[in-house]
């Protein structure tokens, strides 16, 4: 079952990497955007045919020793795609996924404890918070404001994050 998955997992990264390098030769690649824990083996196929692998996670914390074998198994670095932390949002739906705070100080926390654990990875090259609307995983409140502690801690972290490499 192993060989025959990675097997097609070439084929398709070949397939695709082709069709996009043909369309548009001037674009970095970010894989497929894992979710989970993908195969190894699978994700080592990706190697020649993506410039970053892109991971999904929505943990307390970044899985680092994870992160770090999926780079090595296909010599590639990482991107967490998405990560976030419900809060309390009155008017906003009460769904999505990651984990959940009480309060948006804590979810803030959170963020900046997340972030700045990636930061410090060589082999990851950047994050991206999940989601920007509409439910309590968002930066937006109802009103369309964004929640002051989340987005200030986007503002200290990601400005020392540059610094961190």
């Known amino acids: 079952m192993n060989a025959f998955r990675e097997k097609v997992a070439e084929l398709y990264f070949k397939t695709i990497v082709g069709a996009i390098r043909h369309a548009d030769p001037n674009h970095m690649i970010l894989g497929c ?3 989970g824990r993908p195969p190894l083996g699978v994700v080592a196929k990706m190697n020649g045919c993506a410039d970053i692998i892109s991971i999904n996670n929505y943990q307390e914390r970044p899985p680092l020793s994870f992160l ?9 670095p990482v991107i967490v795609s998405e990560f976030s932390f419900k809060g309390p949002a009155e008017g906003l739906e009460h769904n999505g996924s990651g984990p959940e705070k009480s309060t948006q100080a804590e979810r803030a926390l959170g963020f900046k404890k997340y972030a700045e654990e990636l930061v410090h990875q060589d082999y990851c090259v950047g994050y991206h918070w999940f989601k920007y609307a509409d439910n309590w995983q968002g930066v937006l409140q109802s009103d369309g404001k964004p929640f002051l502690e989340l987005t200030q801690a986007f503002t200290t972290s990601n400005a020392s994050a540059e610094a961190s490499h």
């Open 68 to 76: 770090e074998a999926i780079s090595r198994a296909a010599d590639l």
């Open 33 to 35: 955007r894992f979710a």
